[in-house]
């Protein structure tokens, strides 16, 4: 009987030393990735990988953005090289633009030259654009509709628009470069109309189309439906053509890219937190355009920011402004209002607004008089003999 329990001891022990030596179903995660990694590796261009590391490239950044382009069989690593050497680009730059940019190996060098001679069109010199590719290396190697961003170029050129507002345009906003320059000329037409339908004058026109493209020119890729839209809805809700044309200079085109049930939901919401009449909603909007602009997400978080710093509704109505602030510039700017003694729920908010540099002036007003002495130490006294 013993011998017997003694051999199913062993035989137990056996079988689990078996199944401890038994291979792993699954092969470890890190085996997948090298092995992965390996295969990807025998697929690349061998010819592109030594060139890109004669240069100092880092083939590392590439393999984890855009690793495709290392598996293309024709790329220009050399000649790109060589163009940005031309401009001006040093060892480090050249290497940091095509690991930013792997993209620009498989544009043709004649494509880019062709495109170096556009930007070179608003540019002052080969410095200016050299830092231009530096900084947007994605925007100067989207190589297409070259002749439409051209004809674009001069459009804009003959509008009067500043050549540092087209470049930065075309880093910024390349897309409205894409469109034909048919639709630009469409959207500017529609623009001015607008402008003029609603009381503008010819004068002014100009100079508020101008800023409106530099500060928006994505308002061109919206539809000239949308723009009819939008002011025929601002008319149905009581806003008369003055008033109309004092949120397009205030807002610029960002009036345009509302849709009408997006204003109706803010309007909803500003009306209900402020308790107050279509009539009086309509003097708020036009001291601050953000209520329309902002989503009722955004203006729901900066109320309550405001009213956690202990503002009162009531303050908030009298200077609807400071709802362009985030919350978090409130939180900043109260702190240093606090740190001088002035209590922002028990006064005025006109302290609290405005952009940073008024911000600034204010506080220092506010310090000087902190620190301004009593009285006139020069001045004579009066004193009764």
């Not at 890109?52 to 590439?62: A, M, N, P, Q």
């Not at 633009?97 to 001679?117: D, G, Y």
Request: a positive charge; aromatic letters at 10%.
């Amino acid at each position: 009987m013993l011998w017997k329990l003694l051999l199913r001891s062993q035989s137990y022990r056996l079988c689990s030393f078996k199944k401890m030596q038994s291979p792993p179903k699954y092969r470890p995660f890190l085996a997948c990735f090298i092995y992965t990694t390996d295969r990807q590796s025998s697929k690349e261009n061998t010819r592109t990988v030594e060139k890109l590391y004669k240069f100092s490239v880092d083939i590392r950044k590439i393999r984890r953005l855009k690793g495709w382009v290392l598996l293309e069989d024709k790329t220009y690593v050399e000649e790109i090289a060589n163009i940005l050497q031309e401009l001006g680009a040093d060892e480090t730059a050249v290497a940091s633009i095509l690991e930013r940019c792997p993209e620009a190996i498989v544009c043709s060098p004649t494509a880019v030259n062709t495109q170096r001679k556009l930007w070179q069109l608003v540019c002052k010199n080969e410095e200016e654009l050299i830092k231009l590719i530096e900084q947007f290396p994605e925007s100067f190697f989207t190589i297409k509709d070259q002749e439409n961003q051209k004809l674009n170029v001069q459009f804009f050129q003959e509008l009067e628009l500043k050549n540092v507002v087209i470049s930065r345009l075309l880093t910024t906003a390349s897309n409205v470069f894409h469109n034909p320059v048919e639709k630009n000329k469409q959207m500017v037409r529609i623009l001015q109309e607008s402008y003029l339908d609603v009381g503008g004058s010819e004068a002014n026109m100009k100079v508020w189309l101008l800023k409106l493209l530099s500060q928006n020119p994505f308002i061109l890729l919206n539809s000239p439906a949308a723009i009819k839209e939008t002011l025929e809805f601002l008319q149905e809700q009581g806003f008369t053509s003055f008033e109309i044309l004092q949120l397009l200079s205030k807002l610029k085109g960002f009036l345009f890219q509302l849709c009408p049930r997006s204003i109706q939901n803010s309007i909803s919401f500003s009306k209900n937190v402020f308790k107050c009449t279509d009539h009086d909603l309509k003097q708020l909007v036009l001291k601050c355009p953000a209520l329309l602009y902002y989503s009722v997400p955004v203006l729901e978080e900066r109320m309550q920011g405001l009213l956690r710093e202990g503002i009162s509704i009531a303050q908030i109505r009298e200077t609807p402004m400071v709802l362009e602030l985030t919350p978090q510039i409130v939180q900043y700017r109260i702190r240093k209002l606090n740190s001088l003694g002035y209590r922002i729920k028990d006064g005025h908010l006109a302290n609290l607004n405005g952009s940073k540099k008024e911000f600034e002036a204010n506080f220092g007003k506010i310090q000087a008089k902190k620190v301004r002495p009593l009285f006139n130490p020069v001045a004579p006294l009066n004193v009764e003999e």
